[in-house]
């Protein structure tokens, strides 16, 4: 297959499924991992359209189009905990082991991860676990 081909190729494709799309004879499936505790399935009924922040990131915003979303969760691991923006954190009861499910799962629905870090919680960390607040905030 030429570059042109290949080019050719792609196009046609593109716009088959541009078609599908519009023509809402397109299933979409997405697979998420999500942070917080979410009811076991569900409906979201709310307008999507593109994030004023990140562009290329779609958002519920006032002026998106109308969508409807069902879910349903199929595993938990552990508990939230405090994570950034960019990442999720979940604190494992079980060490090491339960990690090593979190990663099989992952696997088995074709993730990839990024990155991957074990952290021993810090003093600090325990008593915002027991207080809700940082050693520094007191």
């Known amino acids: 297959m030429t570059a042109r081909t290949t ?22 499936v ?13 409906t979201i009924d709310a307008p999507l359209g ?3 922040k990140v562009r290329t990131r779609m958002a519920v915003t ?3 189009k109308p969508a409807r979303t069902t879910y349903r969760v199929l595993e938990r691991f552990g508990e939230s905990a405090a994570a950034s923006p960019k990442g999720v954190a979940v604190r494992l009861r079980g060490g090491d ?10 696997d088995a629905e074709d993730l990839a991860l990024e990155h991957l870090q074990l952290h021993a919680p810090s003093l600090d960390d325990v008593f915002l676990t027991k207080t809700g607040r940082s050693l520094r905030e007191s």
């Open 7 to 28: 080019t050719q190729t792609t196009a046609a494709t593109t716009k088959k499924a541009a078609q599908t799309i519009a023509e809402r004879t397109m299933r979409r």
């Open 30 to 42: 997405y697979l998420a991992l999500v942070q917080g505790d979410p009811p076991a399935s569900g």
């Open 50 to 52: 593109r994030d004023a």
């Open 62 to 64: 006032h002026r998106g």
């Open 97 to 106: 082991a339960e990690l090593a499910d979190v990663v099989r799962a992952l």
